[in-house]
């Protein structure tokens, strides 16, 4: 049976389902069902509230498998694509499945031999997974949604772990490097904001 997992916020609206998640887990622990008291080495923890983060929601399969459900895009849940999410107190050699289940496209470069991106506090480069165990198919289970599964290895039990659909380019590293590029004064580059986005950051024209 699919235990029920214990989580620190909501992640789903009463009426709205699997589609309506309104915000990331935050230093969400997973671990059996029934089970209470302090979390053991192996009781995975899963993060997204940092920028560019996005996991909704994880339901605990086994202790080798784990469900996860990403938010869809802002105002369109339509749009589920994107995932950025960390795990920790892992067990060393701890192997998992983690299946998305609520992919909205239906054509992926994961089926063509793209694999997520993976990293942690000690080898803080991202890696591509090996495309071997990275599978892309339609789920009768979960609404005809598409899943992507993929299986890992954690081999360092002190390491944050953190997966990621491609290579993130987050907000801030872009304004970063646009900041760059106004302090060497180029002649060719101007650079204007047109005005605020719903969470009040600037939407700027470049030219």
Known sequence: LRGLVRQHVSTLSETGGEDALVGNVNKLMVSPP???????????????????????????????????????????????????????????????????????????????????????????????????????YRCPDHRRNYVMSFAFCFDREDDVYQFAYCYPYTYSRLQHYLSSLERRNLPYLQREQLGLSVVSQAEEEVL
């Open 34 to 136: 029934g089970y209470s008291g302090a979390p053991r080495k192996g009781h995975l923890v899963f993060d997204a509230c940092f920028e560019s983060g996005n996991l909704g929601r994880v339901d605990y399969i086994s202790e080798f498998e784990f469900d996860l459900f990403i938010r869809p895009d802002t105002c369109n849940p339509r749009f589920r694509v994107w995932f950025n999410f960390t795990v920790e107190n892992v067990r060393e050699t701890q192997r998992v499945i983690f299946n998305v289940v609520n992919f909205s496209k239906t054509k992926s470069l994961y089926r063509d031999g793209m694999s997520p991106v993976v990293k942690s506090t000690s080898r803080p480069k991202w890696q591509r997974l090996p495309p071997k165990n990275v599978y892309y």
